[in-house]
């Protein structure tokens, strides 16, 4: 199976500009194919995932990625799949994004110096030093406004306006495929389908730049932007996005948002995401359907997507985390990773070095009044580090503190407290 054929039995394809003619360049040769990452934040999260590991696909069957990473066009701002502009950052906060985004794509893609090792790029190298005068007459005058008015990032946006900086940006990256073009021999473009226009622009520029009578092989595909079956945004969670730095969202929580995986998207998340061939994943599929409430394509999924971005050991942490507040088993966990595990539950500083559990649960707010709290104990819902406690005297002192520094209440099934000893 060839990468064209594996990508659309992973449901990765979408569209192309000359199939018959992509396939048989692939075939052919090494091809050097790239796909941009506009710094807009300091790092990525899951939403670049996908573009990073087809990538990683092409890279597999042969093939050499550019990573484009937008230190210009970042400045600028892509009107591609948005209701309203963006806001525009300083240079000097756009070079700390780029400089991150480079650091967290080395991790994700191989960059070994070989023909076939990635290489990684910033269009600011060619952009900064651009004057207007060049780009309107190299670039704009390849453009008439109606053909830059059809596409779908600047139609859908004329209604309620679009400002000529984000006008511009198709130009820029267009530019960005013709520098590629010329300077890294790069003939393939790839990108989500909302990102069609700006492909298919830059493939002009590199028509109309090139010598008469010349054949121009180049060319652009994309994949399907991701949707979830309860119409919910791809990447989000009540507590916000999933970044890929471990110091925005933990690994433990990044294993838990694909151990969460619907039912109705985890095998298709399997398909885009990981590298299982597909009849592994078919195996999955039936456990689906016929023992959902094992999770176990979830939990082979979490694991795949933890390891890739994450590595071994914070995989074997996340997994212990999961484990051990599935058991109750709190104990067997360290500072570290109650930290990750109770990151979002309600917590309460304790200065005293011993408190009585009745008077801890009210001042805690886990418990409404001294009376409910009585009523919490002797009916066996509080839990104390997993285990449950039902002594009305009970004092919460040094021995219920993990690694001296936190105990883990729980009151009910399924309701978390963390106490941080000062």
């Not at 790069?186 to 109309?208: F, P």
Request: glycine share 8%.
């Amino acid at each position: 199976m060839n990468i064209i054929e594996d990508l659309k039995a992973r449901g990765l394809f979408n569209q192309v500009t000359d199939e018959e003619g992509l396939e048989k360049h692939l075939n052919d040769k090494t091809v050097s194919l790239y796909c941009g990452f506009d710094p807009t934040g300091d790092s990525l999260h899951i939403g670049h995932l996908l573009p990073v590991i087809i990538l990683k696909r092409f890279q597999k069957a042969g093939h050499r990625p550019i990573a484009l990473v937008g230190g210009g066009t970042g400045m600028i701002g892509d009107p591609s799949g948005r209701n309203e502009e963006r806001q525009l950052n300083d240079a000097s906060v756009v070079e700390h994004y780029s400089n991150r985004l480079k650091e967290q794509l080395s991790h994700l893609i191989d960059f070994t110096d070989d023909h076939k090792g990635a290489i990684a790029v910033n269009n600011l190298d060619w952009l900064n030093d651009m004057t207007v005068i060049e780009l309107l007459r190299d670039v704009g005058k390849h453009f008439s406004v109606n053909y830059m008015l059809a596409k779908d990032s600047v139609e859908s946006r004329i209604e309620n306006g679009i400002s000529f900086t984000e006008f511009s940006y198709m130009l820029l990256q267009s530019l960005d495929f013709l520098k590629l073009n010329q300077n890294q021999d790069c003939t393939l473009q790839i990108g989500g389908s909302d990102q069609w226009g700006n492909i298919t622009a830059g493939l002009e520029l590199i028509r109309r730049t090139s010598e008469e009578g010349e054949e121009v092989k180049a060319y652009g595909l994309t994949f399907p932007l991701i949707t979830k079956a309860d119409g919910s945004k791809f990447g989000k969670t009540a507590g916000g996005a999933i970044w890929l730095d471990p110091d925005k969202t933990s690994p433990y929580e990044f294993y838990q948002f694909w151990v969460n995986a619907d039912d109705r998207d985890v095998i298709k998340f399997l398909k885009y995401f990981t590298f299982l061939s597909l009849d592994e994943i078919a195996e999955l599929e039936k456990e689906v359907e016929e023992q959902p409430e094992q999770r176990t394509a979830q939990r082979r999924l979490a694991e795949e997507m933890t390891e890739l971005v994450h590595g071994d050991e914070a995989l074997d942490q996340a997994i212990r985390i999961s484990n051990a507040l599935f058991k109750g088993d709190i104990k067997a966990l360290n500072k570290d990773e109650i930290e990750a595990g109770f990151k979002d539950v309600p917590s309460h500083a304790l200065e005293e070095s011993e408190k009585g559990l009745i008077d801890l649960l009210v001042e805690a707010n886990i418990s409404s009044s001294k009376r409910q709290a009585r009523e919490d104990i002797k009916n066996g819902a509080i839990y104390i580090n997993g285990e449950r406690e039902q002594d009305m005297k009970y004092v919460v002192d040094d021995q219920d503190k993990i690694d001296g520094a936190f105990t883990v209440i729980r009151r009910g099934k399924k309701k978390y407290f963390l106490i941080r000893h000062q």
